[in-house]
């Protein structure tokens, strides 16, 4: 129960003779021995035993606990932590050893004493898509070369064959995906053949800071609505103003934006202005009023009022309306493919046909500023009355078109022919400088970015089932798995382009009522014992296809057990016991299902 909630167990008063004692704290594993002593007699009879000889040994003034064998010390229990975590990882690496191939997520964080620990994550198959933590090492370096020796060491300890990797899934820093002295080039050194991935989640982190910071208009908007939820949380007075304007909204926290959280953009700005053409609920109104409050309030410093001004001035330009609902159309496209990117299991074909699904919607919008438009004009019309509903002296208007501005005259020297000036408003400068800038950075870097293994991916396309019924009107082609026979030779001799062709040609034709995943065509291959006989070298393709990582966001996931692990009153907890309660805290299942007599038995060897 500790370990499943990564709780810590020690105390400073921990000796035996003091358990009697409930005013007390003896730490979290010995307040549960003494609660469960209360229903269990043969341990209320041991505990009582153990209290009153450690009592006697104390009174003689002796130091230690003599002969007393307790089994409450607490080097038996770091004897119990240790077993149970090299239990853990015995558990993994038999289920990968079955699996016969795997891939790795690797990534860093600094802990709560700013020491680099690297998470180091498995993914294989069974009857199902596993991600593991298998260990988290302390580094010392960050260069490509060390993550390698991690990785070496770590197999040569658990007696891991690298040889089996098929691949790695990375951030995509000059460390891990260097030309020379990279993780991945590295890696490839020790097992040829693997497949490095940039992770998805990254990446598309990445197009967005692209996509936000691509002209001046949207990167004011960002820093805007970042600047104004750090100013009312910089001061109690403020954020008292902020929570008497409000009142009975159910989102009174503004968000600042993060630049690593991946939703960061998209939660900030969905807070203020809401949804597309759908501004109820938002906190676009309460702002101003806010800001309005504190800018007429005479106790407020000077700085914080003119703060305040300007935060009005620029959230009533309709050139803020205007950008905002450009980038909450962007974001319906892109944060379901970041959620769905995040979630546990994804294969690597079904993230690479929502990116393609994701960047065609984008284009197709692309050049579609008329919704924009009429989604800015809803937004100002309701916020303007809005606005008009409250009973306040400053009387406040959001923006309903964009300034003219006034063109310069160019004066025609003698012997110059005149240019004809085409006359273009506003609106149509806006688009053309603006809206379409922004949106062909979107997608354009979504294309660039994702282009990573082309035709690895075209032949990991031909296992989707979707595409089995274009056989019937089509041969197949010629270099078709060409790529995938490299990664598949290691594991079978005879996993030839060829005769993989030959596999799925029948495969595909003769299972016309498959589902639409390959999980189910794996699950299916399993199921009928078609692995072992007939298709063999497809199901050894579709392990592939399925073990390979297209993101490490597990790893981020044991960031934030990590966070909640190692404290600052936690901060010396030792790097062995840290991955022992990272490992339990993770893989919790593997840790119901560990046999309490084996771990018994393992103690007792000790």
């Known amino acids: ?43 209320k009879e041991h505990l009582k035993e153990c209290i009153e000889k450690s009592k006697k040994i104390h009174q003689t003034g002796a130091k230690g606990r003599g002969s007393l064998v307790s089994l409450l010390s607490p080097k038996t229990v770091n004897s119990v932590v240790n077993t149970i975590q090299q239990l853990i990882q015995e558990t993994i690496v038999g289920d990968i050893k079955n699996a016969e191939m795997f891939s790795l997520q690797i990534d860093t964080t600094q802990d709560i004493n700013s020491q680099e620990q690297c998470s180091v994550v498995v993914r294989y198959v069974t009857d199902t898509i596993h991600e593991r933590l298998i260990s988290i090492v302390k580094c010392k370096e960050t260069t490509g070369q060390y993550f390698v020796n991690i990785v070496s060491e770590l197999a040569e300890k658990l007696n891991l064959d690298l040889t089996k990797c098929i691949g790695h899934a990375t951030d995509g820093a000059s460390n891990m995906q260097g030309q020379y002295k990279g993780f991945s080039t590295q890696m490839s050194k020790v097992s040829p053949n693997q497949v490095h991935v940039w992770c998805y989640a990254h990446v598309l982190n990445l197009v967005l800071a692209d996509t936000t910071q691509t002209v001046i208009e949207s990167g004011s ?55 597309l053409a759908n501004p109820h609920n938002c906190l676009y109104v309460d702002i101003i009023l806010a800001l309005t409050a ?27 309306i205007l950008t905002a609902q450009t980038f909450l159309r962007i ?13 546990q299991g994804m294969d690597i074909l079904s993230a690479h046909r929502m990116v393609i699904a994701t960047h065609k919607s984008l284009k197709n919008m692309s050049r579609d500023f008329a919704s924009v438009s009429a989604a800015a004009e809803k937004f100002v019309l309701w916020a303007n009355e809005k606005l008009q509903e409250q009973d306040k002296e400053v009387e406040l208007e959001v923006e309903s078109a964009l300034p003219s501005r006034r063109r310069r005259k160019k004066t025609t020297r003698p012997g110059e022919t005149p240019h004809a000036e085409t006359v273009t408003s506003p609106e149509q400068v806006y688009e053309v400088t603006v809206h379409n800038q922004i949106m062909d950075t979107a997608t354009e870097t979504l294309h660039r970015r994702f282009l990573g293994h082309g035709t690895l991916y075209a032949d990991l396309a031909f296992l989707d089932p979707r595409n089995f019924t274009q056989l019937e009107s089509s041969s ?27 596999e799925f040609s029948n495969f595909a034709l003769q299972w016309e009522k498959l589902k639409m995943y390959p999980l189910d065509e794996y699950k299916i291959l399993r199921r009928f014992n078609l692995m072992s006989n007939a298709y063999h070298l497809l199901g050894l393709a579709y392990k592939f296809l399925l073990t390979l990582s297209i993101t490490q966001v597990a790893c981020e996931r044991t ?48």
């Open 1 to 43: 129960m500790i370990g499943k909630r990564g709780l810590s167990y020690r105390s400073q008063n921990e000796a035996a003779y003091m358990l009697d004692d409930c005013s007390i704290d003896h730490g979290n594993f010995l307040e549960v021995i003494v609660l469960l002593s209360k229903y269990d007699v043969c341990l």
């Open 221 to 275: 908007l960002f820093t805007v609505l970042n600047d104004i939820a750090v100013f009312f949380r910089e001061s109690h007075k403020r954020m008292n103003v902020w929570e008497n304007e409000s009142q009975g909204k159910h989102q009174k926290r503004l968000s600042p934006i993060g630049e690593t959280r991946w939703w960061g953009k998209d939660n900030a700005l969905r807070k203020v202005f809401g949804s």
């Open 294 to 320: 504190i800018q007429e309030d005479m106790t407020m410093k000077t700085t914080a009022r003119i703060q305040a001004r300007g935060f009005v001035e620029a959230l009533l330009k309709y050139e803020t």
């Open 331 to 343: 974001f319906e496209q892109t944060s379901p493919l970041s959620k769905y990117l995040q979630t």
């Open 476 to 502: 197949l082609p010629p270099l078709m798995f060409q790529e995938l026979s490299k990664c598949l030779l290691r594991f079978d001799s005879e996993a030839t382009a060829e005769n993989l062709q030959c």
């Open 559 to 606: 960031f934030s057990l990590l966070k909640f692990i190692k404290t600052r009153l936690r901060s010396k907890l030792s790097q062995e016991h840290l991955e022992a309660f990272m490992l339990m805290a993770t893989e919790r299942d593997i840790l119901f299902s560990l046999d309490s007599d084996v771990i018994i038995d393992k103690v007792a060897e000790k």
